[in-house]
């Protein structure tokens, strides 16, 4: 009953109402509005860079850059296109295994979170600051690097598009997926039914991973957690079966965010199958 009277609050104020309202349930951005904060941040993780990416009207991307080596560049990199709620600092411990292979990350704030220029997030400006990072990187890298596109959580949808509009240009070696969704709307009626759904639905986010993971280029690594409450893993599954071939399944008994704490060893030598299979990819 509260939510269905929300739902006929949120009517009676109007469309532009409902959509930032969504936007902000959906998305909730943890900008850093201190600089000196951020700063703070960083000095905590001298081996961790950050740059910025400049877009149109003078609004720009932040990026960090954590590498394998301190001092050293890896021939086979990742972009880390993070999820919701956390900004990339905050998603740091994830990069761990990561770099354990060999691998520099790149992690990428949109607009809204981190220090990156504030504003409400919505879909299209997630995916044009991807976009324009990943022009960025390659343009700084040069054509001998090879890049893996990793996306956790709402991140997967990101990766997924990116890696669309990529494909067949051999760009990238690797997609590898943490966490995926097929859909809002999908992660809402599996944690809220028909009224979840219609609540995600009011607005116009999708972030739709099932219309563009068909179109990729394998191979694909999906990795999931049993225990995962946000995005259960029968989500991750149908993602799964979306996906072309070859493509991985990696399933351990974690939750959403924690797949890194993996003590079995699955998790790292996930990591160090990709970098493998990257080195011996053709640039």
């Keep these: 009953m509260v939510l269905a009277a929300l739902l006929l609050m949120l009517g009676l104020q ?10 902000m349930k959906v998305y909730r951005p ?11 941040l960083l000095a905590q993780r001298p081996e961790v860079s950050s740059s910025e990416v400049p877009l149109a009207g003078g609004e720009q991307v932040t990026v ?57 997030p919505d879909e299209a400006s997630i995916h044009a600051d991807a976009w324009a990072v990943w022009q960025a990187l390659r343009q700084q890298a040069g054509p001998s690097v090879r890049w893996i596109i990793y996306g956790h959580s709402m991140g997967t949808a990101v990766a997924a598009r990116l890696a669309n509009r990529l494909a067949g240009q ?34 116009d986010q999708r972030m739709a991973l099932s219309e563009d993971i068909g179109g990729v280029d394998p191979p694909v690594w999906f990795i999931h ?27 351990l008994p974690l939750g959403h965010s924690n797949l890194q704490q993996d003590e079995s060893g699955a998790y790292a030598q996930l990591w160090r199958d990709v970098a493998a299979h990257c080195a011996r990819a053709q640039p």
């Design 225 to 251: 957690g049993t225990r995962d409450r946000t995005v259960p893993p029968d989500i991750g599954r149908r993602a799964f079966e979306l996906a072309p071939q070859p493509r991985h399944w990696l399933e």
């Design 64 to 120: 960090l850059r954590v590498p394998s080596v301190s001092g050293q560049s890896s021939a086979v990199r990742v972009l880390y296109l993070h999820g919701t709620f956390r900004h990339a600092f905050q998603n740091l411990p994830k990069v761990a295994p990561m770099r354990a292979a060999g691998l520099d990350v790149y992690l990428p704030d949109y607009r809204g979170w981190g220090v990156s220029s504030p504003r409400l």
């Design 30 to 40: 943890t900008p850093v509005s201190d600089p000196a904060a951020w700063q703070a």
């Design 170 to 203: 051999r760009a990238y070696c690797a997609l590898v997926l943490e966490s995926a969704l097929t859909s809002f709307s999908d992660v809402a009626d599996a944690s809220a039914g028909w009224l979840g759904r219609s609540l995600v639905d009011l607005g």
């Design 14 to 23: 109007g469309c532009a109402t409902v959509d930032a309202w969504s936007r």
